[in-house]
């Protein structure tokens, strides 16, 4: 499995997806502003990867914090977790993370804890969190491969593997599983425009897994599907609404209008932390807009006429009845999603 995000004693290293595939570079992170420049930079990304990273950070930077207070260390505390919610706004993994850390330090605080009890009472979650994800993914993974047909051609979009979480992936776990079983004939990875996360990332990840890949642009999708290339779909999720409603990288939306016309069965891969049970359907989920250059540039290359605008979201949202199953590390939820997301929580 990919070291996605790891410590190094008291320093974070994650690798730098954006210089993938060419480059295997790590970045250090010796602070916690420098974890959430990782984060809002892409340095790290996915949902899961997210929450992960912010957890480690805000441990990282209670490491770091000199005071012996509780009052004023109690107060950095809330700031470090006010850095890391200013990140990635859609992700809902983000804000499940740093609510997980303030229930630790809380907990403790009223205890009676210490500064550096606290310390390694926050390392303790962070880490928890991460092996947790880990496991979550292969638990998915292993349910997700039971709806995976024999001989399956398999179409996933944006990156839901090792890279956007801990480790072994979201919608990437459940095709390693199902290849593990010999179910895999041909996975093809959406490029993911204007970020190319499935050209750069899905498809480094399964070529180094020795599952058979192919990329595509999205708009090769469709007439793949009218000629019967596909068997089956799963992407990721950045956020799920109680009804089932799924935030997904940008384009996930037409994926799933062009599967539910041709009859491909269309699931969403995601651990529990990613459903958000008190925004009621997709109308409520944020969607980030990112950096116009991501457009209109590649590298130092302009593509675009100066004086034409932009509009870059970063995610949309899949309405719940294109959706056949949402994989979690619980099980498969199916509609009416809004009682069985819920069912999976109990």
Not at 100 to 119: H, I
Not at 157 to 182: D, K, M, P, S
Not at 208 to 232: C, N, Y
Not at 283 to 312: C, D, F, Y
Request: glycine share 10%.
């Amino acid at each position: 499995m990919l070291p996605t995000v790891a410590w190094d004693n008291d320093v974070i290293v994650m690798i730098d997806q954006r210089k993938l595939p060419g480059q295997e570079v790590y970045v250090h992170c010796k602070t916690a502003k420098d974890v959430a420049r990782a984060i809002t930079t892409m340095v790290i990304r996915g949902a899961p990867a997210i929450g992960v990273s912010a957890a480690m950070g805000i441990a990282l930077g209670m490491q770091r914090s000199k005071s012996t207070g509780t009052r004023q260390f109690a107060v950095e505390f809330n700031q470090v977790c006010d850095l890391m919610a200013g990140t990635r706004p859609t992700a809902v993994n983000l804000f499940w993370a740093i609510d997980r850390m303030k229930r630790s330090f809380g907990a403790g605080a009223l205890a009676g804890a210490s500064c550096d009890e606290l310390r390694v009472r926050l390392r303790r979650e962070a880490d928890a969190i991460h092996d947790e994800d880990v496991a979550s993914c292969m638990a998915m993974g292993r349910f997700g491969a039971e709806v995976v047909p024999k001989g399956a051609r398999i179409l996933t979009h944006c990156n839901a593997g090792a890279l956007a979480t801990a480790g072994y992936g979201t919608a990437l776990g459940v095709i390693r599983a199902a290849a593990a079983q010999g179910k895999v004939a041909q996975v093809f990875a959406d490029e993911t425009r204007p970020f190319l996360q499935g050209a750069r990332l899905t498809a480094w990840e399964l070529v180094k897994d020795g599952i058979p890949t192919t990329v595509i642009t999205e708009s090769m999708a469709g007439p793949l599907m009218r000629q019967g290339g596909l068997d089956f779909i799963v992407v990721g999720a950045d956020r799920i609404a109680a009804n089932g409603d799924v935030a997904n990288k940008i384009g996930t939306y037409t994926v799933a209008m062009m599967a539910h016309a041709h009859g491909v069965p269309f699931y969403v891969a995601a651990p529990l932390s990613t459903i958000d049970l008190n925004t009621p359907d997709g109308s409520g989920i944020p969607i980030e807009e990112r950096n116009a250059k991501e457009m209109t540039h590649l590298g130092a290359m302009q593509l675009t006429p100066e004086g034409a605008t932009v509009w870059n979201p970063a995610f949309d949202v899949t309405p719940h009845h294109l959706i056949a199953g949402i994989i979690t590390e619980k099980g498969i939820a199916r509609a009416p999603y809004d009682s069985s997301l819920r069912e999976l929580f109990a």
